[in-house]
C-alpha cells in the first residue's frame, strides 16, 4: 500500500497548500500591520518603563562608577580591620575629583543610605581635604572625623561596590544584609514597609468584599428591572464615572470630616455627641469609604453584563422543579453569575492595591498604602531606585495575584462586558 | 384507577396586569386527569397567562385554580409539583445533562441510588441514555428539547406544562417530537397541558383543545370536532383554511337557512343564527366543496377559475364564486379533473350541512 498522497495543483500549476499559504501570508501581513499601532504604544508606554523600571532598581553603578580607584584598591581589603593606606589614598583622590566636579552631593546621599550618619562625615571631609598633604592620606582622613577610624564605615562603602544590588527589594520587605553579608530583618520599631503592605493587601480584600456586597444586589435589579427604569439606574451607577476622581475624593472629605455632613446628621439623629463626633477621615475608615464609593462601578458592570444574558425562565425552571427561592438562588442563578463575580472582583483587586489618590487624600497616617510610599521615594527621598523596586513588587504581586486566580477561576471563564 | 373529570379546574379566573386590561376573562376550563390538553390562540390571547398561573409564576386577579379539588393559588411554585417545559428550554447551562435531571430529585432529597435509576429511566425514554456527561450547550436543539421534556418528567409530577416546547426547531425536528411528545404522554399518561399557536401541532398532538382569543376560550373539543364543527367565526378561520361568504338570513327551517350574499343565495348549516334579517358569516371547508359533483348536492354555483397552484399532493384552486374571489378549492392530484385551468368556468357543488352559518365577524 502507498502512503504517497497526491499534491493537488492549483490552476496555474502551484501545489495548493503553497497558494494558499501565499493568500493567507498577505492577510497577516495586514492584520499585524493593523494592530502595529497599538503594539508600538504598549512597547513604548508599557515594556520600555517596566524595564527602565527594573534596571533602576537594580542599578547601583552610580557608587561604583565615582569611585573607581577606592574599589580597585579595596579589592584585597578583607573587611576586617581598618583599610591600608592604598584605600585611604585611593579614597582621597577619588573623592578630590568628585568635590571639585561638584558631584559628591551624590555620593553623600548614597552612602548614607548605607550608613546613617555618613552624610555629615563626608560633608566635613570635603571641606578639609583642600588642606591636605601628600602622603600618609590615612592619618590625615582619621584627623578629620573620628567616624573614618571607625571600620563599619568603610565597610559601607565596600557594600556599594558591586555594579548591581538586590537591597532595594530586601528594603521593601524590612531586611537588609548585613556587615557579614547576612539578610537579616530590620529593627522591630523601623518594619514600616510590611506594614504597609498588609495594609493594602487588607484594604483591597475588604474594598473588594464591600464593592461585591454592594455590586450584586444592583446588577441583579439592573438586569432584571424593565428598560426605562434600568436605563435611569444605569445612568445613577455610571454618573460617578463621569465625574473627577478629585471631585469625589474630596468631596468624600466633606462629607466624613468631625465637622462633616456625615458627622452633623449623626449628631442629629442622636447617635453621637456632639462632643465625641467619630473620626472617619484621615484613617482606614475613610479610605474604605471612599475607595468602595469608587470602585464600585467596576464591580457592577461586569455583573450586570453577565447577569443580563441569564434567561429569567432559569430561575422560574428551578422553582417548577421544586427547590425553593433559596435554593433556586443558590443552585442555578449564583453559579451563573461567577464569571461576572470573578472578572468584578479581580478588576476592583487589583485597582484597590495601586490605588493612589484616595488614600493620600483621605487615608491619613493609618490609612495610607503602599502605592503611597512609593509616591513619597519618588516625590521627597528621590530614591527612586527603591521606588522602582517596590513597583515592580507590586506589580509581581499583582501578576501572582492573577495567576492564583486563573488556577481557581480560570481566565477564560471571565467576562468583562 | 378512575380519572378524574376535573383534575385541572380554572374557576372563573380572571387576570389582569394593569388594572386596566383583562388579559384572562371569566375564564372556566376543566382538564381530565391524563388528558393532554392544548391551549391554541394567537399571541396576545392569553393562554401563555393562563400557563403561567396554573404554574405559579403568576397569580390571578379574580376566581381559583383547582388542582386535584384543592386551590392552589397560595400554593408557591416550588410547591406545586408540576412540571414545566419552558419555551427556550431553560436547560441549567452549568449542570451536565444527568445533573439538570437530577436537579428536581435533589431538591427533594431523593437517595442516590433512586436518583440514578430515575435519570437513567428518563433519559432512556428520551433515547438519550448515552448522553449524560455532555453539558446542554453540546446538544442539537432536539436534543436539548428532550432533555427539556425528560427533566419535567423525571420527578413524576401529576401535570406537566409545555410553553411553545416546539417553538424554536425546524419543521422536521418539529414534526417528529411532537410525535414523540405524543407517546411519551400515551405511555406514562401524565396530565399535559401544551400551550402552542401552530394549529396543526394541537391538531396532532391533543385529546382536546382549547382555542384562545381575546381572553377567552372560544371553543373547547376534541382536534376533529374543531375542525369539523367550529362553533364560531374566529375558530372556523384560526383552524384549518375556511372559505366564507359574509350575507343575511332570508329563511330559517328545519335545520337548514336560506343566506342572501352580495349575489345570489346559498343554502347553510345555522349554527349560530336564530332568527330571519341575522347577519352571518357562513364557513366552508375548501376540501368540502367538490367540482362536478356526482352526488346530488343542494348547493351548486357556478364558478371562474383565477388561480391554480400545484402543491404535490393536491392542487389549489382559486375561484371567483359568487362574487368571493378568494375561494379555495382543494383537488386531490390522483383525480384526472382536466377541466382545471385559467379561466375555465366550473360547477362547484356542496352540501348545505358542510357550510356553517357563523356569527358575523
Redesign the interface.
Known sequence: MSSETQKILSTDGIPLEESLKKAEKKNKIKAFLLVTPLLLFLIITYIVPIADMFSRSIDDKLVTNMLPKTYKAMEQWDGKELPPEKVFEAFYLDYKILVKNKTAGKLQTQLNYEKNGFKSVLKKLARKQKKFEEGNYKEQIMKVHKRWRNVEYWRAIKRRAPAYTYSKYLKGIDMYSNEDGKIVQVAEDRRIHRILWSRTLEVAFFVTLFCFLMAYPIAHLLATLPMKYSNLLMICVLLPFWTSLLVRTASWMILLQQQGIVNDFFVWIGLVADDNRPEMMYNKTGTYVAMTQILLPFMVLPLYSVMKTI?P??M??????????A??FF??YF??TIPGIGAGCLLVFILAIGYYITPALVGGASGTLISNQIAYHMKSTLDWSFASAMGLMLLTGVLVIYWIYNKLVGVDNIKLG | MSKKEDFVKFDKVDKSYDGKVLVVKDLNLDIKEGEFVTMLGPSGSGKTTCLMML???ETPTNGEIYLDNNPISNI?????????V???Y?????MTVFENLA??LR??KISKEDIEKKVDKALAMVSLSEFGNRMPGQLSGGQQQRVAVA??LV?DPSVV?MDEPLGALDKNLRESMQYEIKHIHESIGVTVVYVTHDQGEALTMSNRIAVFNDGKVQQLSSPDKLYEEPVNSFVAEFIGENNTFAGEILDISNGSCKVKLDKGEIIANPISVQSVGEKTTVSIRPERALINPKDKMDNNQKGKIEEVIYHGDHTRVRLNLLGNSEFILKVPNSSQNLDIKLGNEINIGWNSRDARALDPK
Open positions: 434567561s425562565s432559569l422560574r425552571a428551578g422553582k417548577s422543579l421544586g427547590a425553593t427561592p435554593v433556586a443552585k442555578v453559579p451563573l | 404554574a405559579g409564576f408557591p411554585p416550588h410547591k406545586r409539583g408540576i412540571g414545566m419552558f419555551q427556550n431553560a436547560l441549567f447551562p452549568h436537579f428536581p431538591v427533594r427533566r419535567a420527578f406544562l
